[in-house]
């Protein structure tokens, strides 16, 4: 967000500008993409049966379903994910897609281990590590950027503050 990084960069706090400048960009995303994802998603099964025609499989609008949920969040994700570079905060967005990665991992593994032990595989137990590794992510960007802006706001001098002799 090069807006971010421009206000990060003046000499007066600019921490409550770059907060409404996320506000602004979450509350976009959410009055556009809602009603989009809700469509997609309360029609799933009819707009992937005429996409699919003959190739239709009943899995598929589930699937689809629990990949909607996962991108929804992940798309709230994004202003805080730009923001946070903007603000020279990138290591904040490595260590958020670090934790979605261990995230994947570990319950990917604990489904095949539980798959091999009960000789079964379920295709929605994956897609809902998925879905949590994405919403923790996002939850983890809200809060480092909450937490960079604590010390942005700590370390940048302020209009109110009389300049040093």
Same mark, same amino acid.
């Given at each position: ?5 421009r ?17 602004r960009?979450?509350? #976009? +995303? ?16 009819? +707009? ?10 009943? $899995? ?14 992940? =798309? ?9 570079? #903007? ?20 319950g990917?593994? $604990? ?31 809200? =809060?480092?950027? $909450? ?19």
């Amino acid at each position: 967000m090069p807006e971010a990084s421009r206000l990060s960069g003046m000499s007066e706090c600019q921490a409550r500008r770059i907060k409404e400048l996320i506000q602004r960009a979450v509350k #976009g +995303l959410l009055i556009t993409a809602t009603p989009l994802y809700l469509l997609l998603f309360v029609f799933a099964s009819p +707009l992937t049966h005429v996409w699919l025609r003959q190739s239709f499989n009943p $899995a598929v609008p589930s699937t689809l379903r629990f990949f909607l949920v996962g991108t929804f969040f992940s =798309l709230l994700g994004t202003p805080y994910y730009y923001a946070l570079i #903007g603000l020279g905060r990138a290591q904040f967005v490595l260590w958020a897609n670090a934790l979605q990665f261990v995230v994947c991992i570990v319950g990917v593994l $604990a489904i095949l281990k539980t798959a091999k032990i009960e000789k079964t595989f379920e295709l929605p137990a994956v897609l809902g590590v998925a879905d949590i590794a994405l919403t923790l992510s996002t939850l983890v960007l809200v =809060l480092l950027m $909450a937490k960079a802006l604590a010390r942005y706001e700590q370390q940048a001098p302020s209009v109110l503050e009389p300049a040093a002799a």
